[in-house]
């Protein structure tokens, strides 16, 4: 499903350069729930934003559904994600001025669904995540807990195959992110991939697999072998 | 998505009103500033007889002093004839139409003893002055053929007149009093008003058209003047009294000619040459041959109705267009810039930088609508007060028609995309995932 070989990704001012992915290799399979741990500066949100095609890596191989991203130009980068990839934030990122529908139809609209399916999707994942009641109320009107939600609807209303999460209980309470979590889970039940950055360890262990990045580069040494065997093989 | 995108504009623009009303009104004051004088410009400028300007022509001679060229045109010769010139141009029979005219005054009196006598602008004119112009008949027509050269005693009213002295009705065959002396009412012209008033520019190019309309033969009779400007250059006429005026070398008299042809065109400049060459046999025209024959848009340029005075006037108005413009640049980019996080948030959705792009411009071209309509309302006020100020003698040119006003939406959105297109391309190329994390 995702596939990173030699991935590097550095920053560079005048007088500095960074490192924060260094021949960076992982490969999540389809339907897997994986967690990335780490350091703060790790270059955990570095390699979240490079799989989800909103940065370009300085070097190496990124392929995703076995096609190669590296090289898309924008447009095509965006439609790919469009399509494949769902983003949950910790910090929400719903729209302040549009209500709980508006937002959800953001990206169906970048997609270009007409709009009678566009509002079959909205109120199917509003029901999913139990906030079809709240369609008209704008995201302040709502608990931390319920934006996340509508945060994870959003995503999922183009049922992507491929679901970023970065931190997504992070500003949440211990009730409200076990809520999102049996969420997350349930969503990957259905099978769509999740790959979720997170500090908290138990969160991490309920994943099928934690990745732990260190200094830009996988710590999960006998799988980063492996995803490097493979490749060169 | 264009519906999208605007309805995502009016939602942005309502959910900042202050920021919103200060870049509308950036756009509305440079608009209702350029306007005002672009309209002014363009009215003045505006050709009345361009359905005709392929077969109008006026006529003018180099009949001015032999020692020094004439100043006052382009071209180095009067914009005007003398009226021995003008009735010897009259013989012709080449033009298909052809019209001597001047400006002149009457008392105006009638039957109607409640009616006050009232001072009455004229143009004495040859009867081919009408069809020459396309000067729409209430009721009757031009007056005899003979009134050209004649004393005949008729006149055409305007509409307006007829109103005040008959009350609207058709007054042909009824009688006026002009100066005391008895004129019969052959015509009345419909409501007929040129601006600029093309056939004469040299006496108030935006002055009302004429209230009475009296025949070319009464000169004589009644020894008439020019109201208009009179402009010589030999120390006296020649000869005694108004004879001698009218014999004299001063030039006062417009005239216009209509040529259908190549061919008319042709003959009428041999006429001409050999009217002059006939002249200068009899010791006038010492100048060098020289006469024109101007179209009426090249008349406009030539007599100089927008002056240079006005095109600088236009210039710096667009210039402060401009600075309304870059005003605008600054608020769209502190009003764009702070919904950064927001087109981060769309990228991530799926939104391309075209798209972010676009969404921003068209936001950009909804403040231009919203600036247009009120620049069209300010520059209906700067108008007014213009025309309050110019004492109604600019009342013409001061007003706003309906291409003018599509002009002024058009300018506003124009100035409006102008001023969005790099905070919008700002905001289209800022790295998403600086805002994804922060917000």
Known sequence: MLKMHNIRKSYRTDTIETHALRDFSLEVNEGEFVSVTGPSGSGKTTFLNIAGMLETPTGGEYLLDGDNVSHLNDRQRSRLR??????????????????????????????GFNSKERRRRIEKVLEQVGLSARAKHLPSQLSGGQQQRVAIARALAGEPRFLLADEPTGNLDSLMARQVMELLEFINEWGTTIVMVTHDP???????????????????LQRAVAAAEAATA | ????????????????????ALMVAAIAVGVGASMTVLTLNYMMSQNPLAHKDSVLYAVQLDSWDPNEAYQRSSNEMPVQLTYRDATALLRSDIPARQAAMHRYGFTVSSDDFELRPFSGEARITTRQFFALFDV????????????????????????????????????VGRSIDLNGEPFTVVGVIDKWNPSPKIYDLNNGPFNEAEELYIPFGLHRKFEIYSWGNTNGWASGDSGEGYEGHLQGESVWIQYWVELQSAEQLENYRDFLTGYIREQKQQGRFQRPLKFALTRPSEWLVLNEVLSDDNRVLGWLSL?????????????MLAKFLRKAPEAGV?????????????QHVIESGCIGVFGGLCGILLALVGLGTIRQLSFGYIDQVATMDWLMMLAAVGLAILASLLAGIYPAWRVSRTNPSLYLKTQ
């Open chain 1, 82 to 111: 469009n399509e494949k990839i769902g983003f949950i934030f910790q910090g929400f990122n719903l729209i302040p001025d549009l209500n709980l529908f508006d937002n959800i139809d953001v990206p169906l609209r970048y997609r």
């Open chain 1, 202 to 220: 138990d969160l991490a262990r309920r994943a099928h697999r934690n990745i732990q990045i260190v200094d830009g580069q996988v710590s999960d």
């Open chain 2, 1 to 20: 998505m264009f519906g999208y995108y605007v309805s995502l504009a009016i939602r942005s623009l309502r959910g900042t009103p202050v920021l919103s």
């Open chain 2, 136 to 171: 729409p008949f209430l009721y009757g027509g031009t007056w005899d053929a003979d009134a050209d050269s004649s004393p005949v005693q008729q006149v055409v009213l305007s509409k307006a007149t007829n109103e005040k002295l008959f009350g609207g009705e058709n007054s």
């Open chain 2, 319 to 331: 210039a402060f267009l401009l600075v309304c413009v870059v005003n605008a640049v600054a608020l």
């Open chain 2, 346 to 358: 769309r990228r991530a959705l799926g939104a391309s930088r075209q798209a972010v792009f676009v």
